[in-house]
């Protein structure tokens, strides 16, 4: 699973990735073609990394000149493969092979000066390479073809600063031309054995910025390194940072949530706008950032590594395709159906209001069936629905919203015994100013006055 793949998810995905403070964007493409971790090791190393860059992000300064630097950061692959190939590259890509390395050391001289030098790999066989570049040693950023590379270049060029003659002048810079494009093949052949360690170079810079903008974003957000779990996921203090964003903006405060899932299928049940879908909007938001070792919007994590990850939410109609919303619906959440008959013990599945289009009998019917078949499959599964699902019938945990508690809503999860029908609807309606003789009307139907 690439990131770039998942990347538009409705979970919240993009936010966090757009908000991450990435110096290049060279690193930004090289985070977005990167893949999420296979194994609990991968996972493991991914957050010891994070973890020991949290320092770093803690030192404004530093942060601050490795930011700068890294602005600089170019993707030069396209030259470093004309060198490995044999070409004869110009001034322009010869300045940016020189520029990469430079920017290597100045990195790797922030970072030691800070008593960082750990987090950067040393690359002293780049000292050769930038000593065919600098052969005078000015360790200055820029490129030319000095005459210390050929006394018969630096003959040629006096001879051209005291020629008056047009003809002969314009010979004699023929000749320095010529001599100019022999220095230029004897430099390629003395850069071509170190082109692998100059990707090398690039790319660690690249994870290095990653790495940083990664725990700068935790720091500024308050994220959590979580723990690695082997059974079930469960959050403490789960928050959505987009919508937190919104509410803060506008003075409001998000209620966190503390949900844990995995054991058995979870599902949650109540009216619209109780804030179940934002529930799964969190927890398929933080099962990706775990993916991917960033930080976790929560007080505390226990997550499990999923090979497969299922998120369906939200209107699936699909016009593209000729499909219904309830078809396009059906054939997503069919995708996670069959996902589970190979492997189900690897999956996690969040899935939102699934059947809500239909009529009641039919969509209690395949909600509490699909509950019941990717359960027995072992999968993780975290479910919303505002159908009367039986946990006797599919063998769930039922969890409510707590709703409205003095005149005011309470987005935290509750148990939701069988029995226990929640009637949100109406105190949400009221809330919002609806009509009162609609909503009396309704409440002498369901025999509430």
Not at 281 to 299: H, N, R, V
Request: charged letters at 25%; a negative charge.
């Amino acid at each position: 699973m690439k990131l770039r793949d998942i990347i538009d998810s409705p979970c919240g995905l993009r936010y966090m990735i757009e908000t991450l403070p990435v110096a290049s964007g060279y690193s930004l493409r090289y985070l977005m073609d990167s893949s999420s971790c296979s194994c609990e090791e991968e996972v493991r190393d991914a957050y010891a990394v994070l973890g020991s860059f949290m320092p770093v992000a803690s030192d404004g300064n530093l942060t601050a000149m490795l930011h700068t630097e890294l602005c600089g950061l170019k993707n030069i692959s396209g030259t470093l493969d004309r060198t490995e190939s044999g070409a004869t590259v110009d001034d322009i890509e010869l300045f940016e092979i020189k520029h990469l390395i430079m920017l290597g050391r100045r990195v790797s001289s922030h970072l030691a000066s800070a008593g960082h030098s750990g987090l950067f790999p040393e690359m002293p066989s780049l000292e050769v390479p930038l000593s065919v570049l600098d052969p005078d040693g000015n360790n200055i950023a820029s490129f030319y073809i000095y005459d210390s590379y050929s006394e018969e270049l630096a003959r040629l060029r006096l001879l051209i600063s005291r020629e008056s003659n047009p003809d002969t002048r314009e010979r004699l810079m023929q000749q320095e031309q010529d001599e100019e494009s022999r220095i230029r093949v004897r430099i390629c052949d003395a850069l071509r054995p170190f082109v692998p360690e100059l990707r090398k170079l690039m790319e660690s810079l690249a994870v290095l910025d990653i790495s940083l903008a990664k725990a700068v974003q935790m720091r500024e957000m308050g994220l959590c390194i979580p723990e690695i779990s082997s059974w079930t996921t469960s959050y403490k203090g789960m928050y959505h940072p987009y919508i937190k964003s919104i509410l803060e903006k506008d003075g409001k405060e998000f209620t966190p949530i503390d949900v844990s899932f995995g054991d058995r299928p979870v599902v949650i049940i109540g009216a619209n706008m109780g804030g179940k879908t934002v529930v799964l909007k969190m927890t398929a938001l933080c099962q990706y950032l775990f993916s991917f070792g960033m930080g976790i919007p929560a007080e505390s994590a226990r997550i499990e590594l999923k090979r497969q990850v299922f998120f369906i939410s939200g209107d699936a109609q699909d016009m593209t395709a000729g499909l219904s919303s309830f078809a396009a619906e059906m054939t997503a959440i069919d995708s996670a159906v069959r996902a589970s008959a190979t492997d189900g013990a690897g999956m996690v599945a969040m899935i939102d209001e699934p059947a809500r289009s239909t009529n009641p009998i039919e969509g209690t019917a395949l909600v509490e069936s699909l509950v019941a078949l990717l359960g027995r499959r072992g999968a993780a599964l975290l479910l919303t629905t505002h159908y009367n699902v039986s946990s006797g019938d599919c063998d769930c945990r039922r969890l409510r919203v707590t709703g409205i508690v003095n005149g005011k809503m309470n987005y935290r999860l509750c148990p939701a015994p069988d029995g226990d029908v929640p009637h949100e609807a109406l105190n949400v309606a009221e809330s919002l100013n609806i009509s009162p003789e609609w909503i009396g009307e309704a409440k002498k139907l369901l025999k509430y006055e």
